[in-house]
């Protein structure tokens, strides 16, 4: 049923190769400068054996020692084969779960997705990104852009929007550029008429809401109203714990009402914002999926989604928010036929616009970016030699204490 939902969410699907030849050749947005590695790699380099580095970790851990955030680094700044992922992964885990588990530099969780896109492990960047939790993978935007980019570029929209995910819940929209490239991954993502569970509806939902709140504008509204819809198609058939549930959202039920509220919004407002037409058929669709007399068409598809997993408990104040589910589909249909009579709906498809979004206003966003990226990487670096004198400074106190304790033992045999 899902699919038969976002059927009209999905028209721009032929439309954007007229509408952009240009992106249909290249699948990717980000440019050739932004996506370059030249800044990174002009770092100085400090070569390490990875075999020693292992052995120096494992030796370590097995005195119930704790590893250095800088040993860790240079472990995954060698990384030279697509094997060596997989070692960097193992240690990866082991340093979170050790005593200096908090300090994993940015840097190494930087060169770690940089690692695993030059060596074809992307989907080892998107495993520990998912199990962040177990890996102490929190990148930054820069860094989420380019793994972004990287699944956009082979045309690999679900991943992409897994990612976007990832940015909605560490709550990371700063940036313009992710932004811009996460609401695009989430529109093509839809034109491609996914089937979705829903827990994947659930955390489309929270990503385009999210993200439509950083957009003050038609894909910015159209994305918040994709969002609330979504959400409250999942609090109508799950309740509101599992709506809010792991996900920075609101507590508070009425999801579906917060989506009329939009268009309440835009109907009352001056200027020329409007509402995508596919979207609002999108929210009609919804709502007549979630009519009664739609039950019998939808549960087999609901159980094939979830399997035998056990329902969430829905209680009264849920069963007296469903009770608002014929209030609020007449409401849609007066608010529809009001933004309609004022010239409010666009034609354009919620792809379109994301597409048109991303070719007029990317560009601009790039170059902050670069110049802060140079000055973080400076920092890094600065910060880095910082730690490498400091290591040095120990390591000579501690050799020359060592000394002196020898010293000492063998005056006393005297």
């Not at 995954?76 to 697509?82: A, E, H, K, L």
């Not at 491609?192 to 950083?214: D, H, K, N, W």
């Not at 979504?230 to 959202?249: D, N, Q, R």
């Not at 991303?358 to 400076?378: F, H």
């Amino acid at each position: 049923m899902a699919a038969s939902v976002l059927k009209r969410c999905v028209t721009a699907a032929v439309k954007v190769k007229c509408f952009s030849p240009s992106l249909s050749a290249r699948r990717w947005l980000l440019s050739a400068a932004y996506t370059d590695t030249k800044v990174w790699e002009a770092r100085e380099k400090d070569p390490q054996n990875l075999a020693a580095l292992a052995k120096n970790m494992d030796l370590t851990y097995e005195r119930n020692l704790p590893v250095s955030s800088l040993t860790m680094s240079r472990f995954v700044d060698n990384i030279s084969s697509r094997e060596e992922i997989d070692q960097a992964e193992y240690y990866l885990y082991k340093f979170r779960h050790s005593p200096n588990c908090w300090y994993l530099r940015d840097w190494t969780v930087h060169e770690w997705i940089r690692q695993c896109l030059k060596h074809g492990a992307r989907e080892k960047a998107l495993h520990t990104l998912k199990n962040k939790v177990q890996y102490g993978i929190f990148p930054d935007d820069f860094t989420f852009n380019l793994l972004i980019d990287s699944y956009i570029k082979d045309g690999d929209f679900k991943s992409a929007c897994s990612v976007v995910e990832e940015v909605m819940l560490q709550e990371a929209f700063d940036l313009p550029s992710t932004q811009i490239l996460s609401v695009y991954a989430l529109g093509s993502y839809l034109a491609t008429r996914p089937q979705l569970t829903v827990s994947e509806e659930r955390a489309l939902g929270a990503s385009l809401f999210i993200c439509g709140l950083t957009q003050d504008n038609t894909v910015g509204l159209s994305a918040q109203l994709l969002g609330n819809a979504l959400l409250g198609k999942v609090e109508m058939s799950k309740g509101i714990h599992a709506v809010f549930k792991g996900m920075p959202v609101s507590w508070n039920r009425g999801y579906l009402g917060r989506a009329l509220a939009i268009m309440e919004g835009v109907a009352a407002a001056s200027g020329d914002i409007k509402l995508s037409k596919d979207t609002l058929d999108y929210v009609n669709d919804l709502l007549q999926e979630l009519s009664p007399t739609s039950d019998s068409d939808s549960s087999g598809e609901e159980s094939a989604d979830e399997g035998d997993k056990k329902e969430e408990a829905v209680d009264e104040d849920d069963q007296a928010e469903q009770a608002k589910l014929p209030q609020y589909a007449s409401r849609f249909k007066e608010l529809r036929a009001e933004l309609d009579s004022q010239g409010k709906v666009d034609s354009s498809s919620f792809h379109a616009l994301v597409t048109a979004l991303a070719q007029q206003n990317l560009a601009a966003a790039e170059k902050p970016d670069l110049d802060q990226y140079e000055s973080r990487v400076q920092a890094w670096e600065s910060e880095k030699r910082q730690l490498i004198r400091r290591e040095k400074e120990s390591r000579e106190r501690a050799e020359l204490e060592k000394r002196e304790r020898l010293a000492a033992r063998a005056a006393a045999q005297q």
